[in-house]
C-alpha cells in the first residue's frame, strides 16, 4: 500500500501570493490532519479533518483554510502568504480513535 | 491552551551509552504518543500508551506514562548511530482528537 503523499514536495512563492497544498491519505484512513513545522521546531497543529468535516483547528490566521473530498484525500490553502510561512507543511492521515498518525514527507515551503 | 515541553533539548551521547527524554504536558492526557524524525525527514510513529504509569518496550526503547498522565519518558539502552534523530513526544486531551507534538529531544551520536 502507498504511504500518505504529498504534493508538491518543494514550493518557492512570493510574499501575498497563495499557495495550495495537496495530501492523499492512505487507504482507509478517513482523518486527516496538517502541521506547520518551522525548522528546529516541533510540528504544529493546524487542521484537522474527518470525513469532509472540520474537527479541529489550531492558533493559526484565517489565511489559513483546509477542506476534505469525498476520497479522503485533502487540500491545504494558504492566502497572502508572509516570510513567517517558511515551513515544512506535514499531512498525517490516521484511523480514527486513538492510533498513531502516518506523515507524509511534508512539502517545504519557502516564502520571498 | 496545552502546552508539552520536552527535555533535554538536545543530547549527545557516546554510541552505546544510554538516552532518555521527559516529556511534561500542563493538562492531564487521555493518551501520549512518541515520534521519531531523522534529520531532513518526517515524523515516524513510534508507540503510543494509554494507561496511567504504562510501560511498554520495543527493543532498546523503554516508553513510560505517569501515574497522573501528566508526563512521559523514552529511554534508549545502548545507542547506536542509527537513533540519530528528533523524538518528540504528542499529547492529546480527553474529548480532543487534537494531538500536540512536544518541543523535541535532538541526539546526535558520537561514534
Known amino acids: 500500500d502507498a504511504g500518505v503523499t504529498q504534493s508538491p514536495t518543494h514550493l518557492i512563492k512570493t510574499r501575498g501570493q497563495q499557495v495550495t497544498l495537496r495530501c492523499s491519505p492512505i487507504?482507509?484512513?478517513?482523518?486527516v490532519s496538517w502541521y506547520q513545522q518551522v525548522l528546529g521546531q516541533g510540528p504544529q497543529f493546524i487542521f484537522q479533518y474527518y470525513e469532509k468535516e472540520e474537527r479541529g483547528r489550531g492558533n493559526f490566521p484565517d489565511r489559513f483554510s483546509a477542506r476534505q473530498f469525498p476520497n479522503y484525500s485533502s487540500e491545504l490553502n494558504v492566502n497572502a502568504l508572509l516570510l513567517g510561512d517558511s515551513a515544512l507543511y506535514l499531512c498525517?492521515?490516521?484511523?480514527?480513535?486513538?492510533?498513531?498518525?502516518?506523515f507524509g514527507s511534508g512539502t517545504r515551503l519557502t516564502v520571498v | 491552551g496545552q502546552q508539552v515541553m520536552q527535555i533535554p533539548q538536545y543530547q549527545h551521547v557516546q554510541e552505546g551509552e544510554d538516552f532518555t527524554t521527559y516529556c511534561n504536558s500542563s493538562t492531564t492526557l487521555s493518551n501520549i504518543q512518541w515520534y521519531k524524525q531523522r534529520p531532513g525527514g518526517h515524523p515516524v510513529f513510534l508507540i503510543q500508551?494509554?494507561?496511567?504509569?504504562e510501560v511498554k518496550k520495543q527493543k532498546r526503547l523503554t516508553f513510560q506514562f505517569g501515574e497522573a498522565k501528566k508526563n512521559s519518558s523514552l529511554h534508549i539502552t545502548a545507542t547506536q548511530t542509527t537513533d540519530v534523530g528528533t523524538y518528540f513526544c504528542a499529547g492529546r486531551n480527553f474529548g480532543n482528537e487534537k494531538l500536540t507534538f512536544g518541543t523535541g529531544t535532538r541526539l546526535t551520536i558520537i561514534p
Open positions: 498525517a492521515s490516521s484511523l480514527v480513535g486513538n492510533y498513531g498518525y502516518t
Open positions: 487507504s482507509g484512513h478517513k482523518s
Open positions: 500508551l494509554v494507561k496511567s504509569g
